[in-house]
């Protein structure tokens, strides 16, 4: 029997960073280089797993997660699937974006545990962690 390795997809869910914010193009031509997906992702996209939106999955039309805190809501965020920080392509692509200008203070990758995890969920605990190590809201 074969053993099936899966690749995770590539692709970078951004949260509140749209393409009026200064460094979105570079956030796109990061993305482009490292040949990764840009997906936005949505309030009504809150409920569903990293894992979902990372496969490309998009929220039912009516939106069933809660909202998240005003201040969660507001600081841009990136979650970013495919690249390992073991060959330095994850640390490349972060240090493009921000030489490019973009400030996401916000940054998650991807893990086989957070996987499962909602995306609000997520938000909340990067958001926790930010205001944790001094970040301001």
């Known amino acids: 029997m074969k053993a099936r390795i899966e690749k995770e997809p590539r692709c970078v869910l951004v949260w509140n960073f749209g393409p009026e914010a200064p460094g979105y193009g570079a956030l796109e031509l990061a993305a482009r280089r490292f040949?990764?997906?840009?997906?936005?992702?949505?309030?009504?996209?809150l409920?569903?797993?990293?894992g979902a939106l990372c496969a490309g999955r998009h929220a039912p039309a009516a939106p069933s997660a809660p909202a998240l805190p005003r201040d969660a809501a507001a600081l841009p965020a990136?979650?970013?699937?495919?690249l390992s920080p073991r060959d330095g392509d994850l640390h490349q692509f972060l240090d493009e974006v921000r030489r490019g200008g973009a400030v996401i203070p916000?940054?998650?990758?991807v893990t086989p545990t957070s996987k499962g995890w909602t995306l609000g969920a997520l938000l909340q605990e990067l958001n926790a962690e930010h205001k944790a190590l001094g970040g301001q809201p």
């Open 78 to 82: 990136i979650v970013i699937s495919g």
């Open 106 to 109: 916000l940054r998650a990758m």
């Open 47 to 50: 409920g569903l797993t990293i």
């Open 35 to 45: 040949r990764l997906r840009l997906r936005p992702v949505s309030p009504a996209e």
